[in-house]
């Protein structure tokens, strides 16, 4: 073997395994190109999946917040015509007792021990028979009638407070 062969055969081998390498690299290229692409379309459709869960948990909390957004209009409806029946009947009332229509009066007790005993006004017999009763001045009355709608006013925003809290905790 002369040397110049044996450079020409060692050329050929190497040659060989290059392009042998070339076409194994090539090869596993595609293979690995492959599995990515089966991966990435997995990934892709749980992607799809998951987004398409998020929106319907979206869809899902926005129809409960708009359900609760209507149960608490129809609630602060109830209380805001609660409060002006009561503000009406106040007024009303209030009324009355300006032009003596109504006049407020007072249970007296009957206390043998006391000797500081109001008398009863004279006038028509009462609801309460036997009873002596003392009317009350009309701007005490109308002092009462102020307490007593505020009074009125406290306990229909309280009920529409407990109401409000109920409904945003059963949510």
């Given at each position: 073997?002369?040397?110049?062969?044996?450079?020409?055969?060692?050329?050929?081998?190497a040659?060989?395994?290059?392009?042998?390498?070339?076409a194994?690299w090539k090869?596993?290229?595609w293979?690995?190109?492959?599995?990515?692409?089966?991966?990435?379309?997995?990934?892709?459709?749980?992607?799809d999946?998951?987004?398409?869960?998020?929106?319907?948990?979206?869809?899902?909390?926005?129809?409960?917040?708009h359900?609760?957004?209507q149960?608490l209009?129809?609630?602060?409806?109830?209380?805001?015509r609660k409060?002006?029946?009561?503000q009406?009947?106040q007024?009303?009332?209030r009324?009355?007792?300006?032009?003596?229509d109504v006049?407020?009066?007072?249970l007296?007790a009957?206390?043998?021990?006391s000797?500081n005993?109001?008398p009863?006004?004279?006038?028509?017999?009462?609801?309460?028979?036997?009873?002596?009763?003392?009317?009350?001045?009309?701007?005490?009355a109308?002092?009462?009638?102020r307490?007593?709608d505020?009074g009125?006013?406290?306990?229909i925003a309280?009920?529409?407070c407990?109401?409000?809290?109920r409904e945003?905790n059963?949510?």
């Open positions: 073997m002369t040397p110049a062969t044996l450079k020409l055969m060692i050329a050929s081998i040659v060989a395994l290059i392009l042998a390498m070339s194994t090869v596993q290229g293979r690995y190109g492959k599995q990515l692409a089966e991966q990435a379309g997995l990934h892709q459709s749980d992607l999946k998951i987004s398409s869960a998020a929106a319907a948990q979206v869809q899902a909390d926005q129809g409960k917040r359900a609760l957004e149960r209009s129809a609630s602060e409806q109830t209380h805001y409060l002006s029946d009561a009406r009947d007024d009303r009332l009324d009355r007792l300006a032009t003596a006049r407020l009066s007072v007296i009957e206390d043998s021990a000797c005993a109001v009863s006004t004279a006038g028509p017999v009462g609801v309460v028979h036997g009873a002596r009763r003392a009317q009350l001045d009309p701007a005490h109308q002092r009462i009638i307490i007593t505020d009125d006013r406290g306990i309280l009920k529409a407990q109401a409000y809290v945003v059963q949510r």
